[in-house]
């Protein structure tokens, strides 16, 4: 089945500096990629999310590449903030027969934003 | 709208108890999805569902049982409950559209077996 990998686990940048987290994927079949931040006690929720017929988005300050020929793809924090200090998943879809969605995610990076 | 709506938001149990997770929502998704959140892990999948009265294996289903006879709940049972199974437990919703849905999480429940 799909497998998910996230590096690094933990991430620690100074105010003001950027991030990159990146992913790979196992399954050359998933064609959907959302990233979920979770701050700490609370629950994941979507930041930006790109399907694989685009090769990068971005929304204010984050931004995700994904290359689908070597099957990864990354999230880019410019201008971090402390706000931005949470846990942050990736994850791809892989779809069987086109009637299920299951959702498989990385296992997550620490970002600590030092102000 | 509440959205998906967790129950309970903590839970000790004993080895070898049972209980139900309560997961609801009222947004009319079709796709529903339990997951669990060891410390410091990912979230891995458990059970999902893409609709009233089908439910399916995620990654990590043993020890687990779902059901889904409405649209709205989706609930997660645990029998015989393990130390193993001490985690934080997340229910999800979805559209569920063809290429994948943004998904809305519940707020979690955290379990201790012990």
């Known amino acids: 089945g799909e497998n998910v990998e996230q590096h690094p686990s933990t991430l620690s940048v100074q105010e003001g500096d950027s991030a990159v987290i990146k992913c790979t994927y196992s399954?050359?079949?998933?064609?959907?990629f959302p990233w979920y931040k979770q701050e700490l006690g609370k629950r994941p929720q979507l930041i930006i999310d790109?399907?694989?017929?685009?090769g990068e988005k971005k929304d204010q300050r984050i931004a995700v590449t994904l290359n689908k020929t070597a099957k990864h793809f990354s999230l880019h924090i410019t201008e971090t903030q402390p706000e931005d200090s949470a846990v942050y998943f990736c994850?791809?879809?892989?779809?069987?027969?086109?009637?299920?969605?299951?959702?498989?995610f990385g296992t997550g990076t620490l970002l600590a934003v030092q102000p | 709208n509440a959205g998906v709506t967790q129950t309970p938001k903590f839970r000790i149990l004993k080895i070898g108890q049972s209980m139900t997770l309560q997961c609801a929502q009222d947004?009319?998704?079709?796709?529903m999805y339990w997951y669990r959140q060891d410390p410091g892990m990912g979230l891995k999948l458990i059970y999902y569902?893409?609709?009233?009265?089908?439910?399916d294996k995620g990654e990590v289903p043993n020890g687990y049982n779902v059901s889904r006879s409405t649209t709205e709940d989706f609930p997660l049972r645990l029998e015989l409950a393990a130390p193993s199974q001490t985690s934080v437990y997340f229910c999800?919703?979805?559209?569920?559209?063809?290429?994948?849905?943004?998904?809305?999480f519940g707020s979690g429940t955290q379990l201790s077996v012990l």
């Open positions: 999800a919703s979805s559209y569920g559209t063809k290429s994948g849905e943004k998904l809305f």
């Open positions: 399954d050359s079949a998933s064609n959907y």
């Open positions: 790109i399907r694989s017929n685009v």
């Open positions: 994850a791809a879809i892989k779809e069987y027969g086109g009637a299920t969605n299951k959702l498989i």
């Open positions: 947004m009319n998704h079709n796709y």
């Open positions: 569902s893409v609709g009233a009265g089908i439910t």
